[in-house]
């Protein structure tokens, strides 16, 4: 790069809007989309003009590879190899991949010349009947002929200078439009160290094209061969690469055209899907649409029917209120307007009416109310086959009509109970989402309450259940829309799940207390001889074990005795020795 060019650091150059960077192709520049200039091959492989490559903003990058880097240029060769340490080089960006490439000491001008793409160059320009190509000894005046012996472009005035040298009288010159059909017209690569010889050689060791006087310079030491000795030693090398580089690109052409297949079949099945959303969307709109229609008319239908009942009862309550009307004002007016005789002669009249107008039922209150809920959450049923909600209750439950069981329960078991919710009408629900509170509370420890749980079954049915602690008395409170429902609160009698006995398991008194006369026996035996226990064939023993606390037979059975004094006899707990 030119002494003048500051490096920025980490700035990537931008391209101008609208460059086609992938139409490089053979001849012509993917920057300036002209025909190649001094055409640099990158080590990504792609070519572009020096001046374009020189206009790219370059950036700074950290090489930790020193010396020994894979950037192609004709001048490495020349350059000493630097121990590997970590140094600030200069890179760009392939303008046509991206990738990045990193320049050598020399900056653009230093990278690899692709000698193919001039080639193709003037085989471009000559088919354009010559048009852009200049001479090569003066480089002004546009080319006429080549000297096949040198492979030089000349204009006219060079070629007869040419003839006239004595060096190159013989040369053979051919037209230039007789070059058309040439696959190569190349001219003559020379040595960038040493200009006017041609590279003919090519140094083993260095592995570079080299000429004469690098052979007897530099290269002295080096095996070094002409290029047509050696070629097919690399050539072949070169063909094995490329054997292996060839089926990775039949590969990635595959992937491609499988990655090609997949996306049209995704496109399609994309839009096969959308139009079964579309068709799908379409049917449940006109679904819910018909839905909706009927519950409008369902609740008109229930207003027409509530307001023809307010009005009925309407004008039934007008009417009586125009009878109740007449009768009191006729009978105030002729209790203070009539006279004695008058009242007497009407009172028989007046009487009866006014007893039939009191024994006339009415209710106070609207016969009809304004609970009207939209149950958004409820199921419908389907509709054109799809599953719709969404259901208009005019059901209230009434407290009064609810009521569920109860029944004695085992502390430290869970008791359960089902509430049943119903209308005034005295109907179920057939819904829930009411309000449902519920609270046990110990009768002796009413600060101690036990936690119930209310699972709505949605049917107009409650499944509530609490587990006491203690045995003992609890007050349950049921209430529906903070009222009790019928019947509440319950009285609960909570019991021991089971309760153990407190005597022994004997055969008889005599035996299980040693011979003690005072101990007793609930089996009501006794001794003679002041024994207040049973013994075996004495008066009043069961003639079979059992328990001395409650004369139970079963040895695994609950007790009964509830250890009151009230009876005739004390049962004396009977310890065993």
């Given at each position: ?36 200039k001094?055409?640099?091959?990158l ?36 350059q ?96 230039l ?42 290269h ?10 050696v ?10 690469l490329?054997?292996?580089?060839q089926?990775h ?11 090609n ?36 008319k ?203 006995h ?12 040693g ?12 001794m ?11 008066k009043?023993?069961p ?24 009876a ?10």
């Amino acid at each position: 790069m030119s002494e003048n060019r500051k490096p920025l650091l980490g700035i990537v150059s931008k391209l101008p809007n609208g460059t086609a960077l992938g139409n490089s192709g053979k001849t012509h520049c993917p920057l300036c989309l002209g025909l190649f200039k001094a055409p640099r091959l990158l080590p990504c492989l792609h070519t572009v003009c020096t001046t374009c490559l020189e206009q790219l903003e370059p950036f700074s990058v950290v090489d930790i590879r020193g010396g020994d880097s894979d950037t192609s240029s004709e001048g490495s060769i020349f350059q000493e190899l630097k121990p590997r340490s970590l140094q600030s080089q200069i890179g760009i960006l392939c303008p046509v991949c991206d990738a990045q490439v990193d320049l050598p000491m020399g900056g653009v001008k230093a990278l690899t010349i692709d000698h193919l793409a001039v080639n193709d160059v003037m085989l471009e320009s000559l088919r354009g009947e010559g048009q852009g190509l200049v001479c090569d000894l003066c480089n002004d005046r546009e080319v006429e002929k080549r000297c096949q012996t040198c492979k030089a472009n000349l204009c006219h005035f060079c070629c007869q200078a040419h003839r006239r040298q004595k060096k190159t009288t013989y040369h053979t010159m051919v037209d230039l439009k007789d070059l058309k059909g040439y696959s190569r017209i190349g001219k003559p690569i020379l040595c960038p160290v040493h200009p006017a010889e041609e590279l003919r050689l090519f140094c083993e060791f260095c592995d570079r094209p080299v000429c004469r006087d690098c052979v007897v310079g530099e290269h002295r030491e080096h095996p070094c061969d002409f290029t047509s000795n050696v070629i097919h030693k690399h050539g072949d090398s070169v063909r094995e690469l490329l054997k292996g580089t060839q089926p990775h690109v039949e590969a990635l052409e595959e992937a491609l055209a499988q990655i090609n297949i997949m996306n049209s079949a995704l496109q399609k099945r994309v839009e096969a899907v959308a139009a079964d959303v579309q068709t799908f969307s379409e049917g449940y709109i006109k679904a819910i649409e018909e839905h909706r229609d009927k519950l409008l008319k369902q609740l008109e239908d229930i207003r027409i029917q509530k307001e023809n009942s307010l009005q009925l009862q309407k004008a039934q309550l007008e009417q009586l209120l125009a009878d109740m009307r007449t009768g009191v004002e006729f009978t105030e007016h002729l209790l203070t307007s009539g006279s004695d005789l008058e009242i007497l002669i009407t009172k028989g009249v007046v009487v009866e009416r006014l007893r039939k107008l009191n024994k006339v039922q009415y209710s106070a209150r609207p016969g009809v109310n304004d609970k009207i809920r939209f149950c958004p959450q409820e199921k419908a049923g389907q509709c054109h086959g799809y599953e719709i909600y969404g259901t208009i209750n005019t059901k209230e439950v009434d407290p009064a009509k609810c009521a569920f069981p109860i029944d004695i329960e085992k502390a430290k078991q869970t008791a359960s109970f089902t509430l049943l919710c119903k209308d005034a009408a005295g109907e179920i629900m057939g819904r829930g989402g009411d309000n449902i509170q519920v609270a046990v509370l110990p009768k002796d420890k009413k600060d101690s309450p036990v936690r119930p749980m209310v699972q709505d079954n949605k049917d107009g049915t409650y499944y509530i259940s609490y587990t006491p602690k203690e045995p003992g008395v609890y007050t349950v409170w049921v209430c529906v829309k903070e009222q009790h429902v019928q019947g509440s609160p319950f009285t609960v009698t909570v019991r021991r799940k089971h309760r153990p006995h407190p005597g022994v398991f004997h055969c008889c008194t005599f035996c299980s207390s040693g011979g003690q006369k005072t101990a007793r026996c609930a089996c009501g035996g006794t001794m003679p001889g002041g024994y207040l226990g049973c013994g075996h064939g004495h008066k009043g023993h069961p003639g079979r074990p059992h328990w001395s606390c409650c004369g139970k037979f079963n040895e695994k059975s609950e007790c009964t005795w509830t250890g009151g004094q009230s009876a005739s006899r004390s049962l004396l707990r009977t310890v065993a020795l």
